[in-house]
């Protein structure tokens, strides 16, 4: 069974560049959450779709940033135009229905804004 | 504010020695803890949750509500629990709390 699989792995971009991370989670799995991990700091919450709903997308940092999910399947994560301190890890995650809290990671895109 | 703190950003034993990564909360209410796991090359997996109470490729981890930790405990560790710990919290919502993560290094 293919995993979570997040595109791209790494991208390094300048300022005021937009970039654009996909995610593609597991097949069934309604949730799909986005995280994101700046040097040095914890793994933050960004936001969570239920299906093409956005369920909750209080952790986004602001307006810069941009999450869509069309369709319910895969997602995006736009930041437009990118900032330095946007540079970190970026994950997706997703679980089945009712499941929350299993998450099935992908591998992370890497962003590096300079 | 809803915080995990782990206080070691780094571990070090020898193999066959016993482990504890170390992780507490602040928390008002009865959250819902986890320890991920990021072996290397590899993606961050769940490891164990508290209410399963399991025990998890030797590993245990008890919720101590008095002292707000769920501190992690192996009693002889092995070179391929090498590895990124982190430890997160739920609040029976959608979204997980992380600590800043412990490395464990074991080495031979």
């Known amino acids: 069974e293919a995993g979570v699989t997040q595109f791209p792995s790494h991208s390094v971009i300048e300022k005021g560049q937009t970039v654009t991370l996909r995610c593609d989670p597991i097949?069934?799995?309604?949730?799909l959450y986005w995280y994101r991990r700046v040097m040095g700091k914890e793994i933050k919450f960004l936001l969570h779709f239920v299906k093409e709903s956005k369920q909750d997308e209080s952790g986004m940092p602001n307006n810069r940033f941009l999450a869509e999910r069309t369709g319910g399947t895969y997602s995006t994560l736009k930041v437009q135009p990118a900032e330095l301190e946007d540079s970190g890890v970026y994950f997706c995650?997703?679980?089945?229905?009712?499941?929350?809290?299993?998450?099935?990671f992908g591998e992370g895109s890497r962003l590096t804004v300079l | 504010a809803q915080r995990v703190t782990q206080p070691e950003k780094l571990l070090s034993v020898f193999k066959g020695a016993p482990v504890e990564l170390k992780c507490n909360y602040s928390y008002s209410g009865s959250p819902e803890l986890f320890w991920y796991v990021q072996y290397s090359r590899q993606r961050l997996q769940l490891l164990l949750r508290?209410?399963s109470r399991e025990s998890i490729k030797g590993f245990t981890a008890d919720l101590n509500k008095g002292e707000t930790s769920f501190h992690l405990k192996k009693p002889f560790a092995q070179e391929e629990d090498s590895a990124m710990y982190y430890c997160a919290l739920s609040f029976f919502t959608d979204k997980l709390i992380f600590g800043t993560g412990t490395r464990l290094q074991v080495f031979p």
């Open positions: 508290h209410i």
């Open positions: 995650a997703s679980s089945l229905p009712g499941r929350w809290s299993e998450l099935f």
């Open positions: 097949s069934g799995h309604d949730n």
